[in-house]
């Protein structure tokens, strides 16, 4: 067997792979160190090899090399992983291992599309209505956030919570503290918007709402857009976005993602914005990354490194301009925890501390491991709850250490499972977005 030429002793990688596979040039970085195991949730947790950044990357190596087949194992322990990308600030090689887990995640889809791997029919359909027709349609989406708001204002939610019924459905029983409540009128009222600055104009901004965040956090992306206004800002909603494909990326839907990819970067590049803002960690990470996504596709490869250049957090934005208005006074005990992809995918870790260090009143605490994994992971608690539950309770045991009234966070799914946590194993806190926590400042009259 051929020979790798920057590994003499590993085996070549399969010819005739598919071009989302784990790259071999990706794959001869980690040298296995194990500087990524403490890093890692799962490796923690649970102390297994095979459920390290570490092994999983040997596991990827094996079946690059064809020395290992691709079966239930190999996926089981690559769907373990909450793609935190915590390894990737730990390794000293900077081994992609986002990209990677990734990757790999698409050669699975792909090998069960082609009948390699089993799919059971309730798999398959599940990840074709939720990937396929779900987060794209604003239809779908809006009906189904008018259902679960019915659910909840009708009473129907409490009562179900309040007769134990759940303790009788399993696993769905347990991850339904997770559901999020609807929020109408949804976000998707403000598509085609333009917002005007307040005061100077400083800067022109779309602001990009994704897709289950424009029904379930639409107050949320009003508070953006009052902070971004406030700040000098003329916010654009437009029209033609869709959802970013985060979620279908993460997942190996990967041909999925690139559809959306098109379809954003054609809704919002032309704008010529001075930035193109997210509020969402996870979103964002991917919407930095379409360069990469769109990196085979010739009509679309410039085009996606030009939005990459334009895309910007909106704490990384704000604290890249400076607030021309100051904050009012709030008089609170704040902790901060790391969102994993504005911390590890995005490396953004001061601006959100700085712009909390920046409200009159706030006293703000450390919060011991902030850096690692809270389980939410997109989907992760809900297809990994057990896992998840074990973060959630240990990170709230470290946030109760605090003594922080309010546990500030910088994206959606974080503060569901943050809530849920406080629910169940904490001691009343409140979260907030940090953008949440500027805008109640700027509402609060005082100066």
């Not at 459905?169 to 009128?185: D, H, N, T, V, Y």
């Not at 104009?201 to 971004?228: D, K, M, P, S």
């Not at 003329?234 to 993602?257: F, I, K, M, W």
Request: net charge neutral.
């Amino acid at each position: 067997m051929a020979v790798s030429d920057s590994h003499p002793l590993v085996p070549s990688v399969l010819p005739n792979r598919s071009q989302d596979a784990p790259a071999s040039f990706d794959l001869d970085k980690c040298v296995h160190c194990g500087l990524c195991l403490n890093a890692c949730p799962t490796y923690r947790e649970l102390g297994f090899e095979m459920d390290s950044p570490r092994g999983r990357v040997y596991q990827m190596v094996q079946v690059a090399t064809g020395q290992m087949e691709m079966g239930p194992s190999y996926v089981e322990h690559l769907d373990l992983c909450l793609a935190c990308r915590a390894c990737e600030t730990a390794c000293p090689s900077g081994v992609p291992y986002g990209r990677m887990i990734e990757a790999a995640r698409a050669e699975i889809q792909v090998a069960k599309e082609q009948a390699k791997l089993p799919e059971s029919r309730t798999e398959r359909l599940v990840r074709s209505i939720v990937f396929g027709h779900i987060l794209p349609s604003r239809r779908w989406l809006k009906t189904i956030g008018g259902f679960l708001y019915l659910y909840e204002q009708t009473g129907l939610r409490s009562v179900v919570q309040g007769c134990g019924v759940l303790k009788l459905m399993g696993k769905l029983g347990r991850i339904e503290p997770l559901s999020p409540s609807a929020e109408l009128p949804t976000f998707f009222a403000s598509y085609g918007r333009v917002f005007p600055a307040e005061g100077e104009r400083r800067y022109r901004v779309a602001i990009l709402g994704g897709c289950i965040a424009n029904i379930f956090f639409a107050r949320l992306h009003e508070a953006t857009v009052r902070v971004l206004t406030a700040n000098g800002c003329e916010v654009h909603v437009p029209e033609n976005q869709t959802c970013c494909g985060a979620l279908h990326t993460h997942s190996g839907e990967r041909e999925q993602a690139r559809v959306l990819a098109r379809k954003n970067i054609d809704a919002l590049l032309p704008g010529d914005y001075d930035a193109i803002i997210s509020n969402t960690a996870g979103c964002g990470s991917t919407l930095k990354e379409y360069h990469e996504l769109l990196e085979h596709d010739g009509a679309y490869r410039e085009k996606a490194k030009a939005f990459v250049a334009k895309m910007r957090d909106v704490n990384e934005f704000l604290a890249g301009i400076g607030l021309t208005r100051t904050p009012g006074r709030i008089e609170a005990t704040v902790t901060y925890q790391d969102s994993c992809h504005l911390l590890h995918g995005q490396k953004i870790r001061s601006a959100p501390r700085e712009l909390l260090a920046q409200i009159p009143g706030v006293t703000f605490r450390e919060l011991p491991y902030s850096e690692i994994c809270c389980g939410s992971a997109g989907v992760y608690n809900v297809v990994q709850d057990e896992m998840a539950a074990a973060l959630i309770e240990r990170k709230m045991g470290y946030a109760n250490e605090t003594g922080a009234e309010i546990i500030a966070t910088a994206n959606p799914g974080c503060m569901l499972q943050l809530r849920a946590g406080v629910e169940k194993y904490g001691t009343g806190q409140k979260v907030m977005h940090v953008v949440e926590l500027l805008d109640a400042s700027y509402r609060s009259g005082t100066r």
